[in-house]
C-alpha cells in the first residue's frame, strides 16, 4: 500500500506563472488535507476536502489560491500568478473516513522556488 | 481558538543525554495529541499520539504523556542518538478543530556524537 504521494518533489516557476500540484491520497482515503510550511517556520493549515467537496479552506488565501479533490483523480492545489512569497514545502496529508487526523499520513512534500 | 506552543530551539545535546522537547496546548473540547518529526528534506512522520487524558504514548524510545491537568504532551527520550537529529512539531486536532491539526513552530533537536 503506497503512502501519500505527491508530485512533483520540486517545481521552480517564474513570477507570474501558474503552479499545480498534486497529491494522491492513501488508498482507502476519502479526506485530503494541504499545509504550507514557509522556511524555518511550522506547518499551516490550508484546506481540508473530501471528493469532490470543500470541507474547510479557512488557511487558503483569499486570491490565487484554489484546490479540488475530484471523484477520479488526484488532489490538486493551484495557485496562480505565482510571487516569491508563495516560496514554500507544500504538504498534503491523508485519512480515511470517519477518523480525522487520527489516522492521517503526509506526504514528502512539494518544495515550490519561486525565481 | 486553539493553539500550540512548543519549546524553541534549536536544542544541541551530546549522544546518549536525556532529551525533553516541552510542549502545552490551548484548546476547548478534547483534542487528541500528536509528536510529528521531519528529518532533513522530507516530510512529517508521526512518531506517536494520544487521544485522551493520561494517555501514554510511545514509539522509537520517545514518550509522552497527555496531561491535561497542565495542557502538556512533552516529548521525551531517554538516551538520543545521532539519528534523533530532526525538526519536531507537537500537535492536536479535534475539540473545535475537528476538521485540521495544528502545529506548533517545531523544536531543532541536534545530536553530537
Known amino acids: 500500500n503506497a503512502g501519500v504521494m505527491q508530485n512533483p518533489r520540486h517545481l521552480v516557476r517564474r513570477r507570474g506563472q501558474e503552479a499545480r500540484l498534486r497529491c494522491s491520497p492513501m488508498k482507502g482515503h476519502s479526506h485530503v488535507y494541504w499545509y504550507r510550511q514557509l522556511p524555518e517556520e511550522g506547518l499551516k493549515f490550508m484546506v481540508y476536502?473530501?471528493?469532490?467537496?470543500?470541507?474547510?479552506e479557512s488557511g487558503m488565501p483569499k486570491e490565487r489560491f484554489s484546490a479540488e479533490f475530484p471523484k477520479e483523480g488526484p488532489s490538486i492545489l493551484r495557485i496562480q500568478q505565482v510571487v516569491r512569497g508563495d516560496s514554500a514545502a507544500y504538504f498534503c496529508?491523508?485519512?480515511?473516513?470517519?477518523?480525522?487526523?487520527?489516522?492521517?499520513?503526509f506526504g514528502q512534500g512539494t518544495r515550490l522556488t519561486v525565481v | 481558538g486553539n493553539s500550540v506552543t512548543q519549546m524553541e530551539g534549536p536544542v544541541t545535546l551530546s549522544e546518549e543525554a536525556f532529551l525533553t522537547i516541552n510542549c502545552t496546548y490551548t484548546?476547548?473540547?478534547?483534542?487528541?495529541l500528536f509528536w510529528y518529526v521531519q528529518y532533513p528534506g522530507e516530510g512529517l512522520q508521526l512518531l506517536l499520539k494520544?487521544?485522551?487524558?493520561?494517555d501514554k504514548g510511545s514509539n522509537k524510545g520517545f514518550e509522552a504523556t497527555y496531561r491535561k491537568e497542565t495542557t502538556s504532551f512533552h516529548l521525551e527520550k531517554g538516551s538520543v542518538q545521532v539519528s534523533d537529529s530532526a525538526v519536531y512539531f507537537c500537535a492536536l486536532s479535534g475539540g473545535s478543530s475537528a476538521s485540521k491539526i495544528i502545529f506548533g513552530s517545531g523544536t531543532r533537536l541536534s545530536i553530537r556524537p
Open positions: 484548546a476547548t473540547g478534547y483534542p487528541s
Open positions: 496529508a491523508s485519512s480515511p473516513p470517519g477518523t480525522g487526523f487520527t489516522e492521517a499520513f
Open positions: 494520544a487521544t485522551k487524558a493520561d
Open positions: 476536502l473530501q471528493k469532490e467537496n470543500i470541507i474547510d
